[in-house]
């Protein structure tokens, strides 16, 4: 079973995501685990302080170190496998992939780590973390998001989450990296307008495999290689 354990300031963010569809029944089934944690429960002060003005001046807040770190040491101990890996959600890091997505489904135990306001304590990427992921070429409000994406895109990697293995497997290059093609349904002619008719390319209701293979290879995109 794969534990994912999120740190954030925001974990009521999660309740209706963790609640719904294949993320739910995955947690059901007892392939992954999810545990969404409040870094101020790892605060000292009355206030449960967990950021502070940035040395050297600027705007915003940043989040301290010393609560981050009590946090991923107690969820450290408390995993009974040291297979797993401490990610730090920042607009500085690595460009989050499918092959990523592969190598972090073989975990045991996925801390994350979600940044917010002006970001997180540069000791917590050098000394903490080990790897700095970003889902794209934008900033966020925080990490919630990015953590989210992650987890979705690792859990369904999961043998047992999608049902039929022959859903993941069909897609999965050698490199493990993604193919997607243009899919149709029913009907096979719409019309959203008088005089106005979508259609279903008619290789596709053919029945022909051979020529359904060639038209979704020329049109495939493959995603992560």
Known sequence: MLKFDIITIFPEIFNSYLKESLIKRAQAKGLIEINVHNLREWTKDKHRTVDDRPFGGGLGMVLKVEPIVRAVSTLKRKAKSEKRKIILFTPRGKKFTQQIAYK???????????????????????????????????????????????????????????GKP???????????????????????????????????????????????????????KTIGS
């Open 104 to 162: 972090l489904s073989k975990l045991n135990q996925i801390i994350m780590i979600c940044g917010r306001y002006e970001g997180v304590d540069e000791r917590v990427a050098k000394h903490i973390a080990d790897i700095e992921l970003s889902i794209g070429d934008y900033d966020l409000m925080g990490g919630e998001l990015p953590a989210m994406v992650a987890i979705e895109t690792v859990t369904r990697l999961i043998p047992g989450v999608l």
């Open 166 to 220: 022959q859903l993941l497997k069909e897609r999965i290059t050698k490199e493990k990296g993604f193919v997607e093609y243009p899919q149709y349904t029913r009907p096979e002619i719409f019309s959203p307008k008088k005089g106005t008719k979508w259609r279903v390319p008619k290789v596709l209701i053919s029945g022909n495999h051979k020529e359904i293979e060639k038209w979704r290879a020329k049109r495939a």
